[in-house]
């Protein structure tokens, strides 16, 4: 019965398990990091379609690229990406948050750093991924001196809670999708000087134009126009910020997509860039088994990768 159950589970909410929860908050970190991969190899047993769709897309790339015999290699270090990203999130919702201060501060680094000094207090937007730490973010924001909001969905009740009340310690501002007044509340504090953090590359909440389209993974994909909206809106300066894992620590990549007063479209410069960082590294790209999924109409996953060039009239 207990395998039947375990099927029916989202990944999100089966690492949020209330034992999980408890034992991240007791057992040392690298103890709890053990437990969560072991759990996590346990739940892809019993998750084929997780499993091949992981494949699938690394198979897409790997073929393209001079050892593709480094395709397990890739794999597996997917699979550990993937249950790093839910550590992730466990320790910073469940741990002390001096704790995670600790811990985040002395193991950061910025690349590009003059990009946040020119829009400290002007209000920005900053656009990410589902990509290596993205869960520390929001918090190495903070720490870098800014006033922060993000734009997030929560699986369990309880995990918003725990990040509610610590984000309110740290100023950070909240923003549930599931809620409404999304896009009235992000301008607005926009407009009070926050650094608004919203994610691309989810494609099953895309809001596509019904007549443009970009490039994505060397294929054309509907182009979703909510960043467009954000953009047009507050006229601010908009960048792309990914949280990249590093040997000893982590690196917040910063990339700028848009100077706020230039006609733009944020979603398809955002996705050019976030490709680049996926092809270097696509074993820290978490969002292969959706990306798979979500894109199949779009993606021949059987084919190799290839870049390609977007026609102008394509993208009208």
């Given at each position: 019965m207990w395998v039947s159950g375990l099927k029916k589970l989202n990944i999100s909410v089966f690492f949020q398990l209330p034992v999980n929860v408890f034992l991240v908050r007791h057992l040392p970190l690298g103890l709890y990091r053990l437990y969560l991969w072991m759990l996590g190899f346990l739940f892809l047993l019993f998750?084929?379609?997780t499993r091949r769709n992981v494949i699938v897309g690394l198979n897409y790339l790997t073929?393209?690229?001079p050892l593709p015999q480094m395709l397990p290699i890739y794999v597996l270090k997917t699979y550990l990406g993937i249950f790093e990203h839910y550590l992730e999130k466990?320790?910073?919702?469940?741990?002390?948050?001096?704790?995670?201060?600790?811990?985040l501060?002395?193991?950061?680094?910025?690349?590009?750093?003059?990009?946040?000094?020119?829009?400290?207090?002007?209000?920005?937007?900053l656009v990410t991924g589902h990509f290596g730490a993205v869960e520390f973010l929001p918090l190495a924001l903070a720490l870098l001196g800014h006033k922060v909001a993000i734009i997030c969905r929560f699986k369990r009740p309880e995990l918003k809670r725990e990040l509610s009340r610590r984000a309110q310690k740290m100023g950070v501002q909240i923003i549930d999708a599931n809620e409404g007044h999304v896009a009235t509340r992000a301008i607005?504090?926009?407009?009070?000087?926050?650094?608004?953090?919203?994610?691309?590359?989810?494609?099953?909440?895309?809001?596509?134009?019904?007549?443009?389209?970009?490039l994505f993974l060397g294929a054309r994909?509907?182009?979703?126009?909510?960043?467009?909206?954000?953009?047009?809106?507050a006229r601010c300066p908009v960048l792309l910020g990914l949280m990249r894992r590093d040997e000893n620590g982590y690196t917040l990549c910063l990339e700028p997509l848009a100077g706020g007063r230039e006609h733009a479209e944020i979603a398809a410069r955002a996705l050019k860039v976030l490709e680049k960082y996926i092809l270097e590294s696509p074993?820290?790209?978490?969002?292969w088994p959706e990306a798979v999924e979500e894109l199949q109409p779009y993606i021949n996953w059987d084919e190799n990768?290839?870049?390609e060039t977007l026609s102008p009239a394509s993208s009208l």
């Open positions: 998750k084929e379609k073929r393209a690229k466990l320790l910073l919702g469940y741990r002390p948050l001096s704790e995670m201060i600790d811990f501060r002395p193991r950061l680094r910025v690349s590009k750093r003059y990009l946040l000094d020119q829009i400290k207090g002007k209000g920005a937007i607005g504090l926009l407009k009070q000087g926050y650094i608004l953090i919203t994610e691309c590359d989810e494609f099953e909440n895309w809001r596509p134009y019904p007549d443009r389209h970009t994909v509907p182009l979703d126009r909510t960043l467009d909206i954000f953009y047009r809106r074993e820290q790209w978490y969002q990768y290839a870049p």
